[in-house]
């Protein structure tokens, strides 16, 4: 019980944050200021200011806890658990205005992670989980729905650097790119999307979600079958080949038949 107290407890401080952090984001939105970073990628005024915001907080709260995020060094204890944070996941869809973008904060205790909050905040929308606890947005129960097939019409989100790597003849349904890992992975627990697909994502764009699908049931699988849990997911990263989240069914249909891009010339 004290186990589950302090993870209530935890929860609660985390949400809370989220949306603190979503208020100030949506403030402040659209007189952003963006630079490119070494990998050509993003980051602006509001994702340096925010993750320091949610360092600040977390480190005052839970001081044995190590901090990480996407653009500061790790700090703060030497206790088994770490914080995780994205402080804009779709930073890109940000500077340009297109409203999916998230504000992500994960905890990963003894390299499992075990509590997700991900706040969608041109959405309005907050998304949580603990681990044997469920999946939530704004405190409705969320179930990824299940089937053997993948319809037509079924969207599956593929990243940009998957496409790269998958031969996308051989993955089924609607093909997306949303810009947002985390956007991605709560839309699949909410049956928006019916899988995504990722590879090259850190830490901070998965730990988070990783609690969130798989409280509401979806799984992950490698490219080729591999099947992992959220722990390797969470574990080896940058993702290190493409990787579906789905439910059971549709993910064993999706690896059955997905197949890497053939080499130029071999098309």
């Not at 990628?41 to 994702?47: A, H, K, M, P, R």
């Not at 969470?234 to 290190?240: A, I």
Request: hydrophobic content about 40%; proline content about 6%; aromatic content about 4%.
């Amino acid at each position: 019980m004290a186990e589950k107290r302090m993870l209530d407890e935890e929860l609660e401080f985390a949400r809370a944050l989220a949306v603190e952090a979503a208020a100030l984001a949506l403030e402040r939105a659209r007189s952003v200021t963006p630079v490119e970073k070494a990998n050509t990628s993003y980051v602006t005024d509001l994702d340096r200011d925010l993750e320091q915001l949610i360092r600040g907080r977390l480190k005052a709260r839970f001081p044995n806890d190590q901090i990480t995020g996407e653009e500061y060094a790790a700090e703060g204890g030497t206790g088994p658990r770490r914080w995780s944070i994205d402080p804009i996941d779709g930073t890109g869809n940000l500077v340009h205005g297109l409203p999916l973008w998230a504000v992500s904060i994960g905890l990963i205790d003894g390299g499992e992670p075990v509590l997700g909050v991900i706040a969608v905040p041109p959405l309005g929308e907050l998304y949580w989980a603990v681990k044997g606890q469920g999946a939530f947005r704004d405190g409705e129960r969320l179930v990824a729905r299940d089937a053997e097939t993948i319809h037509n019409q079924d969207n599956i989100c593929v990243g940009t650097n998957a496409m790269r790597k998958l031969d996308l003849r051989t993955v089924p349904g609607r093909l997306r790119d949303l810009g947002s890992a985390c956007c991605e992975q709560v839309f699949v627990a909410g049956n928006r999307l019916q899988a995504c697909v990722f590879l090259g994502e850190a830490t901070h764009d998965v730990a988070a979600g990783a609690v969130i699908t798989s409280e509401a049931g979806c799984r992950y699988a490698r490219l080729g079958g591999e099947a992992i849990d959220g722990a390797t997911l969470v574990g080896r990263t940058p993702v290190p080949s493409p990787t579906f989240v789905a439910p059971p069914l549709r993910l064993a249909a999706l690896v059955r038949d997905a197949r890497p891009l053939p080499p130029r010339g071999d098309a």
